[in-house]
């Protein structure tokens, strides 16, 4: 697996073919990890996940190449490095969000 990490705040305009979506500030003192994966299933697989305030304010973002995968893994993967990064910069109060019902609701 390879990750980067991003730490600055990314340009303002959205890529060509992009769709914007509206996104919820998370209650006073939490923090928000958006994570999203991209891959053929099975395929060649990433995810990538943001931090951000109650403000929106850009925190952290990141991206991860994880060679071939499925769908479910790359998601669950996606989850448990946004919820471990989290962790190690003292994060307690965490809302994470995916697009994967089935990765979130996953037992």
Do not use: Y
Request: proline letters at 6%.
């Amino acid at each position: 697996m390879h990750c980067k990490l991003a730490l600055d705040t990314p340009a303002d305009a959205p890529a060509s073919g992009t769709r914007l979506v509206s996104w919820c500030p998370p209650p006073r003192d939490f923090f928000k990890v958006n994570v999203v994966f991209s891959l053929g299933n099975p395929g060649l697989a990433g995810f990538g996940a943001i931090f951000r305030g109650r403000s929106g304010n850009w925190i952290v973002g990141f991206s991860c190449h994880i060679g071939t995968s499925t769908n479910m893994l790359a998601e669950l993967m996606a989850i448990r490095f946004g919820l471990s990064e989290a962790w190690q910069r003292g994060f307690r109060l965490v809302i994470l969000e995916s697009d994967s019902l089935e990765a979130v609701s996953f037992n």
